[in-house]
């Protein structure tokens, strides 16, 4: 069992800036990837970004060039840097577990509005 625990969300006005944390209940270097994926209202969750094990990233063409992934190992914590932030960047954010071992494994989401 794994738990994910989000924050960082919140009010923000266009064009500024976020980071969005993710902390593991364990070591994440044990883990194939984790990544963030969002929900707007209305909308199904869609992938944001993605990170291995090894490092690896991937960005959605949503966030490309404003977006970015890292984490720390050391503090078990996955990160999502937005920046440029505009009204379409509104959602739900949940951080994912990506490891067969650890199906279906989500945080609870932290909510990101971001005002016109």
């Known amino acids: 069992q794994v738990q994910l625990v989000e924050s960082g969300g919140g009010l923000v006005q266009a064009g500024g800036s976020l980071r969005l944390s993710c902390a593991a209940s364990r070591n994440i270097f044990d883990f194939g990837a984790m990544a963030w994926y969002r929900q707007a209202p209305g909308n199904p969750r869609e992938l944001v970004a993605t990170?291995?094990?090894?490092?690896?990233?991937y960005i959605a063409d949503s966030g490309k060039g404003r977006f970015s992934i890292s984490k720390d190992n050391a503090k078990n914590t996955v990160y999502l840097q937005m920046n440029s932030l505009n009204a379409e960047d509104t959602a739900v954010y949940y951080c994912?577990?990506?490891?067969?071992?650890?199906?279906?494994?989500w945080g609870q989401g932290t909510q990101v509005t971001v005002s016109s």
């Open positions: 994912k577990l990506i490891d067969g071992r650890y199906p279906d494994t």
């Open positions: 990170i291995t094990n090894d490092g690896k990233t």
